[in-house]
């Protein structure tokens, strides 16, 4: 058997879709930091090899005219406020995801990101203003609070990698409430002298946008070009422009795709292999972007772009100082870069514990943070990378030889988080292992996906029914994916013992024909109790499901065939069948096969590293919650 984890990744559900939008992003965002760096390296040493060329040529100016009228900035400010409007339009998309679809759909967890996030930043710029008091530059104190996303992610796929998978989604959710919180210190402490009558335009398109969305329209051409008429209405009012890129993606919808929507794509699609017509085929087109969320859609086209185009332009774009050892000395005697890197390093870890603490303590206990209060800690080191936004506000607030020692300072921070993120993680694996447990697990309930808890009484379990672990698989007797995974959950029974499997029927008949008769095949042998003896011969003959192929099974088994026929005539099965593929509709199961660790929905290969990876994070999370 192979142990690829690419040849378990598929799926049945009209195409492949093991990966979820969460896992995409945490990928793109980790594999984008190295490119950041890249760019960050190559700025430096530009402007120190010619500063005087790197300063020209980002302050060469770009037109752009129709007619009378034309927009003209520097190369810099293009980047700056057009660009990175679109990295704020994927801030938002994956804002709005999270609250639809991820951890904050529970909206205690909404509550304690937003209050670990506010913390995450109120302490830092507490330090910032302290350390600058007196010294006339506390008007950088934006520059002290924001954490870099790409960094953050990056940092934690470094030093992180013993941490459990909780730590990844806390962190980014205190990132997307740090983003918001950002975005509106900028509209509101950074931006220049407001021209009503230009933001009074720019909400005007905005209300527009929100008419035109709540009419279901769903061409983009349209938002994008009333999102470009808000952009430059913006820019002329003195609030910066990029708002309006957070402010499309918080309002572009995130949902699964339904079972239905996914099986009236897989009628089109047969209709079009019957008659491939150029009509058909946009239909075909239309079905299948109708099936996915728009929200899922946008992420995949333009969240590539922002991690591996975007922000690294920007690092380009701004990074470049001359860096010798005369600006040092004078960056590391200055309050500001101090500020920054102080409040980075030290702030930013305190305000997230200290405020998530203080959420639970104050909420009496209703407000749990995900992982244990170790976990916490060392996210908060990991936190402290600010970057992409801190770059942008620093440009806002200074200019010069301040500047040029805000940039120290955030670049310092980065290594210094860094730094405290090692050793962070470092304690904790000192730690004797159940107080290793604890300090990584905590006992915070996780958030359930399985819309139907596992019933010993209704469901078919294989393994100790006392077990600490539940895995359900929700499967298809004629989909060879669902084959493939067999011998995979074979060898997990067979490594962990204290491990229990139950199968739940979903025959997706719109692609398998001959699937619901085989589950309710399955069903009536559990009738004469030999569920998991007919589920083994129909997994293991795919090929073999027809009626008489069915017959012949039973017979096999030495099961009263005449009891079998006549229970399979009368459909004896079918009601079983339907429980469970109702059950599967409750979870936003689409596709086969399905995987649930303890309630987890468990994302990614289903290969055995992948699935027992899954399965001891659940047991020692039940470990410690014991």
Same mark, same amino acid.
């Given at each position: ?13 009209? @195409? ?13 965002? &980790? ?8 760019? +960050? ?28 009228? @034309? ?50 930043? *109120? ?8 350390? %600058?008091?007196?010294?006339?530059? &506390? #008007? ?32 980014? &959710? ?10 509106a210190v900028i509209a509101v402490a950074y931006s220049d002298r407001i021209d009503v009558p230009a933001l009074f335009v720019a909400t005007g398109v905005f209300a527009v946008v929100l008419l035109v969305r709540w009419l279901g329209v769903r061409r983009g051409v349209v938002y994008a070009l009333l999102a470009l008429v808000a952009w430059v209405a913006l820019l002329e009012s003195g609030v910066d422009p990029v708002v309006i890129g957070l402010a499309m993606g918080l309002i572009t919808y995130a949902y699964p795709a339904a079972r239905a929507d996914l099986e009236h794509v897989s ?50 774009? %701004? ?7 005369? #600006? ?14 102080? +409040? ?6 305190? @305000? ?22 170790? &976990? ?43 730094? +405290? ?20 697990? @905590? ?40 084959? #493939? ?51 083994? *011969? ?12 069915? *017959? ?40 086969t096969p399905t995987f649930f660790v303890n309630g987890r929905r468990h994302y990614g290969a289903y290969d055995i590293a992948g699935l027992s990876q899954a399965v001891r994070t659940a047991r020692e999370r039940a470990a410690v919650a014991a």
């Amino acid at each position: 058997m192979s142990n690829e984890a690419d040849d378990y990744t598929g799926q049945t559900a009209c @195409g492949k879709n093991s990966h979820s939008p969460l896992r995409d992003f945490l990928q793109t965002e &980790t594999g984008s930091a190295a490119v950041l760096v890249a760019a +960050a390296v190559v700025a430096l040493l530009w402007a120190n090899a010619a500063p005087s060329g790197y300063e020209a040529f980002w302050h060469s100016h770009l037109s752009v005219r129709i007619g009378s009228y @034309g927009v003209s900035l520097p190369l810099r400010e293009w980047v700056n406020s057009g660009l990175m409007a679109l990295f704020f339009f994927v801030v938002g998309l994956e804002a709005r995801r999270e609250f639809d679809m991820g951890e904050l759909r529970d909206r205690s967890r909404l509550a304690l990101s937003l209050a670990a996030g506010v913390g995450g930043m *109120l302490v830092p710029i507490g330090i910032y203003l302290a350390i %600058n008091a007196g010294h006339g530059t &506390t #008007q950088g104190w934006g520059a002290a609070m924001s954490t870099d996303t790409a960094f953050a992610l990056g940092v934690l796929a470094v030093v992180g990698r013993r941490m459990p998978p909780g730590l990844r989604v806390f962190v980014l &959710t205190i990132t997307v409430v740090d983003d918001l919180l950002a975005l509106a210190v900028i509209a509101v402490a950074y931006s220049d002298r407001i021209d009503v009558p230009a933001l009074f335009v720019a909400t005007g398109v905005f209300a527009v946008v929100l008419l035109v969305r709540w009419l279901g329209v769903r061409r983009g051409v349209v938002y994008a070009l009333l999102a470009l008429v808000a952009w430059v209405a913006l820019l002329e009012s003195g609030v910066d422009p990029v708002v309006i890129g957070l402010a499309m993606g918080l309002i572009t919808y995130a949902y699964p795709a339904a079972r239905a929507d996914l099986e009236h794509v897989s009628n089109l699609f047969r209709l079009f292999r019957e008659q491939p017509t150029p009509e058909l085929e946009r239909t075909v087109r239309v079905g299948i972007a109708t099936a996915l969320s728009p929200n899922e859609r946008l992420q995949r086209m333009y969240h590539p772009w922002a991690g591996y185009v975007i922000v690294p332009l920007f690092a380009l774009a %701004n990074v470049g100082i001359p860096i010798g050892g005369e #600006q040092l000395g004078r960056a590391f005697t200055s309050p500001v870069t101090l500020g920054i890197l102080l +409040a980075y390093v030290l702030g930013k870890p305190i @305000g997230i514990v200290g405020a998530s603490a203080l959420a639970q303590a104050v909420s009496r206990g209703r407000l749990r943070v995900p992982v244990g209060w170790g &976990t916490v800690a060392a996210g908060g080191t990991m936190a402290g990378v600010g970057f992409t936004v801190s770059l942008l506000i620093a440009t806002l607030a200074f200019s010069g030889a301040r500047l040029e020692e805000a940039k120290i300072g955030i670049l310092a921070a980065v290594v210094g988080s860094f730094v +405290a993120g090692r050793l962070a993680t470092g304690v904790i694996g000192m730690l004797s292992r159940p107080r290793q447990l604890r300090a990584l697990f @905590g006992k915070a309930e996780t958030l359930v996906d399985l819309g139907v808890p596992v019933g010993a009484g209704r469901d078919h379990v294989r393994g100790p029914r006392d077990a600490p672990v539940t895995v359900v698989e929700y499967g298809d007797y004629e989909c060879p994916f669902c084959g #493939q995974a067999e011998p995979v959950v074979r060898e997990l029974l067979g490594d962990f013992g204290d491990v229990r499997y139950v199968w739940r029927h979903l025959p997706l008949t719109d692609v398998h024909p001959h699937a619901q008769l085989a589950a309710e095949a399955a069903e009536v042998a559990a009738l004469q109790g030999r569920f998991w003896d007919m589920h083994d *011969l129909l997994i293991s003959h795919q090929g073999a499901l027809t009626f008489d192929d069915l *017959l012949g099974h039973a017979a096999d088994l030495g099961l009263d065939l005449r009891r079998f026929e006549r229970d399979m005539r009368a459909h004896a099965g079918a009601v079983r069948v339907a429980e469970d593929v109702d059950s599967a509709d409750l979870g936003g199961v689409a596709g086969t096969p399905t995987f649930f660790v303890n309630g987890r929905r468990h994302y990614g290969a289903y290969d055995i590293a992948g699935l027992s990876q899954a399965v001891r994070t659940a047991r020692e999370r039940a470990a410690v919650a014991a």
